[in-house]
């Protein structure tokens, strides 16, 4: 019977350190606590499937809480498809902006994963596929056009999670 407490308790204790290492303080720790905590009830995430996506953006230095989070969990809720969709997402996203630009490989990643890349940033650009692709391949499209991206993924599945959520 101890071990039904000791789970979810001993959890909750490795995500605190692993917050206060990524936050840089237990304050900045517990304020992401809170934040996933809060994000994790309004998708179909579980709480360990949040932390993990929270985690990994925030070590490839991208700020889940600006709504680049939930703009990768609603279209992973658009596409149908559980976390694994979303670590897969979160991974093309965070190699893109190590790099500073999204190029050829991380944009195929997420084109397996549904997403329409060239369409999405076409319309934020008002460039054609094409040209998107010429200016991928000489390392034209940067962060700039990275954050774009998801808020054109954000902006054609918002709400998706949370409707998903509501049907599981």
Same mark, same amino acid.
């Given at each position: 019977?101890?071990? #039904?407490?000791? %789970? ?10 692993? *917050? =206060?290492? #990524?936050? %840089? ?5 517990? @304020? ?8 994790a009830k309004k998708t ?5 499937? =949040? ?10 230095? +991208? ?10 969990? !609603? ?10 969709? /979303? !670590?897969? #997402?979160v991974l093309a996203l965070?190699?893109?902006? =190590?790099?500073?630009? /999204? ?15 060239? !369409? /999405? ?5 008002? @460039?054609?596929?094409?040209? *998107? ?12 056009? +990275?954050?774009? *991206? ?19």
């Amino acid at each position: 019977l101890s071990g #039904l407490f000791l %789970g979810p308790a001993a959890e909750m204790e490795r995500f605190k350190v692993q *917050l =206060t290492n #990524l936050e %840089g303080s237990a304050e900045g720790a517990d @304020k992401a606590m809170s934040w996933i905590m809060d994000f994790a009830k309004k998708t179909p995430l579980e709480l360990n499937q =949040t932390m993990d996506a929270y985690a990994k953006m925030r070590a490839f230095g +991208l700020d889940p809480t600006n709504g680049s989070m939930m703009a990768l969990v !609603d279209t992973m809720a658009a596409s149908g498809r559980g976390a694994e969709q /979303l !670590d897969g #997402l979160v991974l093309a996203l965070g190699q893109a902006w =190590t790099k500073g630009k /999204l190029q050829g490989e991380e944009a195929l990643q997420m084109l397996e994963r549904g997403v329409p890349v060239w !369409d /999405l940033l076409s319309e934020k650009l008002g @460039k054609n596929a094409a040209q *998107l692709q010429e200016m991928a391949s000489k390392g034209k499209l940067g962060r700039e056009e +990275l954050l774009l *991206l998801v808020e054109a993924m954000g902006e054609r599945n918002r709400g998706a999670a949370e409707n998903m959520g509501k049907t599981w």
